[in-house]
């Protein structure tokens, strides 16, 4: 049965609205591909030539590939460490850890950044760097991880004691390997944030291609230099991608969500525990007690506390007002990749479901001026409307929403569908009917993280997003930039108060927290 | 919370969601299609321009939506734009970027009353757009790092091996660039080339203006090559009594001494062309220039206008005889960077 | 020499007693198969032995190494006991062959060892296919061959057949249990199926509440079952009231002789019988009785027949059709179970002779 389930399922009619909704998403992940192609090749084969083949690329690359590598090791490390810590063992308030290990991501990493670089001047370089963004980034992995863990059927790692394993070895041949789908999605996510990073870096001295991409942004006009650097980038997220789609398959489906019979005891630390507990609090005063503690300082020093304060509701406005539209829209757009990946399994529906995840290394600059590129080439109409910055969500966020709608697309078979149709529904009323309500906790978790994602938005927002409309995220900016911090202050702490209640939500359906004993 | 009541939560948060899609791809910039109401595309510091554009629409009830961001973001995204920019006024932090729209023939002519308003250096030679306000390049230094008297004669000092980790330099900035212009133009490619190799093997690399001068004031590192402005949003945020550090002045016509200027121009696809020159006129003005003056520490450049802020004496900053114009759009510096290793 | 030998083992789940007292005793080379409905304790007994659970009281001894009481805990990698979890779960990471190569140490005789022990479990074509790629069947045979590799002291097998179809499950079972023969392994099989418990095992015990209230042959735990619970549990059981006098009980369907391995009663009594012990005839020997019902199950017909005013559900072999209302004569072969009031108690020490 095992065997001809796929046969089947291949043989089945691919209805025609799943693969219109794939196009979509597909043709809009190929704007930007399109527009560094184009710009690259403006440069001639000479100038792409001795571009790559500089001795600043190669310094780009060996930086931006060693702090692409260091945090995404250190965030699988530092995730899945505490998820196993949170699922599995006698942890002091695990059902509390449960969420606020995850709370870090409402930490922008700028805002991380500013707060630890004002704080001793050591952080500003590559180890302060991968520091900052391993703490910021961690989440990313910490909850598939967990998710996948309480998912896990107990039965394996009795089998695996009872073959003369230890925990240890356990853990390493037969719960991580397991875990690997779940672990590989969320640490593709942190390889290809570093890779589009910049404000955090930025802030930090580091010298990367994104920031180099800014900066020749910066320092010249319709630039084949910047293009070029956009280019490598595509090509780092590549193999970094294909890695991520071979171990997916080569495993299977995570079994995610389904919940077991039995829970298990969890295993005592023992006279580990207090040292692990205080892991925990140590990581979450890094990552959230001293960013916080660093605005309060800014707003109680700083001669500009207090300025813009008329700004901040209509900041908030503005915010809301992207990111609830923007959430649904990019939620929208990836719901059918992942169906067609995950319901007609073949060469073309992963091709379509991987793209996004190929420009999510492109930073939010290339992916905006390309959308400005295009729509005034050829869909003027269309520019400066909030279409267009829509657009531009969709193809920086996609993967994430991808990420967070599989798990449970995967949970709800196909059989239903078709019982749906044998009782005279049409496919699409079908899928409406019966898979919607079923993945409905998936929507909402893919929602809250978008729209966490957007909030802090700031490049595509600054140069596609109506006249006159002003975010948290753009208010931090614009101050930061004046050196008000104390101004900033403000607008930043509600940033991540604001972004707490997506991750907050996004934690509870991802993993849930009701039911831990 | 029951999943029955979840499952309607979610429902009612599609609704919601819906209800906010529904007219978004419709939605144009708010105000854009208005007629009394000017698009600028804003690089200048944001509290200079909202103060002007409050001033001018107190003036002249003629409403001004802005874009913000970088200068050179925004001069790269009307390049792109081409002449279906909807931008009105440009108003630039430096002058690079809108020269580099002057360049491709995407600025208007100012009408010459607004170019008489600065002296002529101080104008693009076309007339295609007009310096606002002035700043000069300075060093700023720790005092308890160093003292004024060990500065060098010239900025180009600052190569050599003695200011090891000593100088902080942000080669990302349009007005280290400019920099970088007047030192070739005043001792020719080499001298420029082989200074920018002295500074990336001797000084430390920042990437904004802000981060180098919080840095010299944190005493992080002892000098920084950046504008006069910079020590004084830090001054104003800290209070100038509590400053650690403090901006030499380089002088006698040094490359180190170098004035740079912001700018405002017209674009030529603009609709709006006579509000678009009212609002530059404006910004030119007495009562615009005391606006722009007061909102921040740069030198205005209306003639009779005096800065309210501690400012040197624009008269004895003995800058190097080279006007902004001449400066053009930073192509020639970034080549230089990119020889050196720095960009 | 004994394998296991299990002392007075009790646990609890919080206020719920799970195991009573549990004493226990398997020779080397042997399978048990715990027999009992769910929730009586068998898989909880399981997982004790395996080590995946802490013990309340009592003790465990396996190999004559003692491996858990109150106070000591020898963790489920140091016990040498293989486990065969419901629904097999091998390692959906690994081929069928690294599943099995999985508990063996790494070294020259590894890879040889797993081709041995494929080859016993007839899955030597299949090594390099993902579990994915497995039937149920393979899936389970595969599970075994990967507890057998590192040829335990014991092998656990916890309701292994439990998710597969009858027919495949009747089968697997044998098969199961030639392959345990073959390589001489000690086995405790969980099931509530006695079928299942009967083909595989020597020795059945049989649980209910935590306790075991008989262990013995298949044969003396399904003829001579100690009391009425386990003469349910372990199949069909007909009960009826009879008087008994030491070794012989009167009943509606005549004087039966009482099993020679159960004690002597005396006086009124439940009387047990199997339904395929009453046979059933057209000829006028015996107890008359009148057939009320007849549902023809193939091989054999379920036969409803009341005599006097009691009803019984009887086990008619062969093709004979049978006609409701008709008068037939009834006659018990073999001996029979017999139980004075509701006293009767489990033997406290479970040993196989």
Known sequence: MSLAAPLLRQAQRTPSWLLIGTLVPSVLVAVPLFYVAVRSFEAGLTGIASEIFRERTFDLLVNTLTLAACVTTAAAAIGTAFAWCVERTDLPMRRAWRVLASLPLAVPAFVASFAWSSFHAGFESMAGAIFILSLASYPLVYLPVAAALRSMEPAFEDVSRSLGKGRWETFFRVILPQAGPALGAGALLVLTHMFAEFGALSLLRVQTFTTAIFASYELQFDSATAALQAAVLVLLCLPAAYGEMRLRRKIGVARVGRGSARRMAPVRLGRWRLPVFLCFCLSFALSLGVPLLILVYWLTVGFSAGRGHSDILPAIGGSLSLAVPGAFVVVLLALSPVLLSVRHEGPLSRAADRLPYIVHGLPGLVVALALVFVSIHYLRAFYQTVGLLMAAYAILFLPQAQSALRASIELVPARLEEAARSLGRRPLAAFMSVTVPNILPGIGAALALIALELMRELTSTLMLAPIGVATLATEVWTHTNDGEYAAAAPFAALLVAVSALPVYFFTRRSIGIEDIQ | MSEIVRRRFLQGGAAVGAAFLFPAPFVRSAGAEDVRTLILYNGQHRQTTDAVVQAFAEATGILIAARNGSSAQLANQMIEEGDASPADVFYAEESSPIAALSERGLLAKLDDGILRQVPARYAAKDGSWISVSARCRVVAYNKSMISESDMPASVLDFASDAWKDKVAIVPTSGAFQQQIVAVEQLHGRDKALAWLKGLKENGRVYNTNNAAMQAVEDGDIATALINNYYWFSVAREIGTENMRSALHYIGHRDAGALVTVSAAAVLKSGRKQALAQQFVAYMMSEEGQKVIAASMAEYPLRRGIKSPYALKPFEELDPPDIAPDDLGDGSAALALEREAGLA | ?353
């Open chain 3, 1 to 353: 020499m004994t394998s296991i030998s299990i002392r007075n083992l009790t646990k609890s789940f919080g206020s719920e007693r799970v195991l009573r007292g549990i004493d226990l005793d398997l020779p080397e080379g042997k399978i048990l198969a715990l027999l009992g409905p769910s929730g009586c304790g068998k898989t909880t007994l399981l997982r004790l032995i395996a080590g995946f659970d802490a013990v309340g009281a009592g003790e465990i001894v396996v190999g004559g190494r003692p491996v858990a009481s109150a106070r000591s805990h020898v963790p489920p990698e140091r016990r040498r006991i293989g486990y065969v979890p419901q629904e097999g779960a091998l390692f959906p990471h690994l081929t069928l062959a690294g599943n099995v190569a999985f508990g063996l140490r790494r070294g020259a005789g590894r890879v040889d060892r797993v081709r041995e022990i494929l080859k016993l479990t007839g899955l030597e074509e299949l090594g390099q296919r993902y579990p994915r790629e497995l039937s149920g069947g393979q899936q389970q045979r595969g599970a075994l061959a990967r507890a057998l590799a590192p040829s335990p002291e014991i092998v656990l097998l916890d309701e292994p057949f439990n998710a597969l179809d009858l027919d495949l499950r009747r089968a697997l079972c044998e098969e199961v249990t030639r392959m345990l023969r073959k390589s001489r392994a000690t086995a405790i099989l969980v099931t509530h199926d006695p079928q299942e418990a009967f083909v595989s095992a020597d020795y059945v015990a049989v649980m209910q509440s935590g306790r075991i209230m008989q262990f013995g042959s298949p044969e003396a735990v399904y003829h001579a079952p100690l009391n009425a619970d386990v003469a349910r549990i372990t199949g069909g059981c007909v009960l009826i009231e009879g008087r008994a006098d030491g070794k012989v009980v009167q009943t509606d369907l005549g004087p039966i002789a009482l099993s020679a391995d159960l004690p002597a009663v005396q006086g009124a009594v439940t009387v047990m019988l199997r339904p395929e012990q009453i046979r059933i005839s057209r000829q006028e020997t015996g107890v008359a009785a009148l057939l009320k019902a007849a549902s023809f199950r193939g091989a054999h017909t379920d036969a409803d027949v009341a005599v006097g005013d009691r009803e019984i559900r009887i086990s008619v072999p062969g093709a004979e059709r049978l006609q409701a209302g008709a008068t037939v004569w009834l006659t018990v072969e073999g001996a029979c179970a017999a139980y004075s009031g509701e006293g009767e108690m489990p033997d406290r020490r479970h040993r196989a002779a």
